[in-house]
């Protein structure tokens, strides 16, 4: 069965470093989404991306974030430089259309702790 | 603003025995609603989702979930629960107001099933 793949699984840096991270979502999707969960705190949305644009972005997704579809396979999250409010986990999640009744399949997270 | 509530940060129950869990969601317009499972260090799998027809809705592992327009509620169910059921749950409405279809999630709640 298809899944949505992340690297890292961990991922550690300094405040202020930039950090990538990686997903493969399922191929013959084409909306891809990042979002966010602090420890102890609800799934956030950060953004969606369609048709190599952005097509929603939370207050959350400020400058220091951005995303890229570098090749038919890969969605990434950039962080420039890393806040200590950015320690979370990751998830990157993908779905067929974006239309209302298809479901998200999510990747197993990136856990990002900034020292 | 569409949103999701969870009013139970943990549901205890004896396995062999009924489990709910509860959603209650606010949107404007019709909702499509889902539910995701979340293992230990692991991501969230769908479970099951609402979109239009029959109020009960089967999903994955034996769960199903309950629509109730009037109450505007959705309760994920299992006749029996298992010790492997104990996970975290989250409740998401799909958000219609943009191309993305970004899901809003509720807080989660976490299911533990005793032997």
């Known amino acids: 069965e298809p899944e949505v793949t992340q690297t890292p699984s961990h991922q550690v840096t300094q405040m202020g470093q930039e950090v990538i991270l990686r997903c493969v979502p399922i191929?013959?999707?084409?909306?891809f989404y990042w979002y966010r969960q602090i420890l102890g705190q609800k799934v956030e949305f950060l953004v969606s991306?369609?048709?190599?644009?952005?097509?929603?972005k939370s207050e959350i997704f400020d400058d220091q974030f951005s995303v890229e579809r570098p090749d038919g396979s890969n969605f990434t999250l950039k962080i420039r430089s890393t806040k200590l409010e950015d320690s979370a986990m990751y998830f990157c999640?993908?779905?067929?259309?974006?239309?209302?009744?298809?479901?998200?399949?999510f990747g197993p997270g990136t856990r990002l702790t900034v020292l | 603003a569409q949103s999701v509530a969870q009013p139970e940060d943990q549901v205890n129950v004896a396995e062999g025995n009924p489990l709910t869990v509860k959603c209650t969601y606010s949107?404007?317009?019709?909702?499509?609603l889902f539910w995701y499972v979340q293992y230990p260090n692991r991501g969230l799998q769908f479970l099951l989702k609402?979109?239009?027809?029959?109020?009960l809705v089967k999903g994955s592992y034996g769960f199903e979930a309950e629509f109730n327009k009037s109450q505007t509620s959705f309760h994920l169910k299992k006749p029996s629960a298992l010790v492997s059921d104990s996970a975290l749950y989250f409740c998401?409405?799909?958000?219609?107001?943009?191309?993305?279809?970004?899901?809003?999630f509720g807080q989660g709640t976490e299911l533990s099933v005793k032997p």
């Open positions: 991306f369609y048709n190599n644009e952005i097509s929603e």
């Open positions: 949107v404007s317009g019709n909702p499509y």
């Open positions: 609402y979109i239009t027809g029959d109020n």
């Open positions: 191929s013959n999707h084409l909306y």
């Open positions: 998401a409405v799909r958000d219609m107001n943009n191309q993305g279809g970004k899901l809003i």
């Open positions: 999640a993908s779905s067929e259309v974006g239309i209302g009744y298809n479901e998200q399949f």
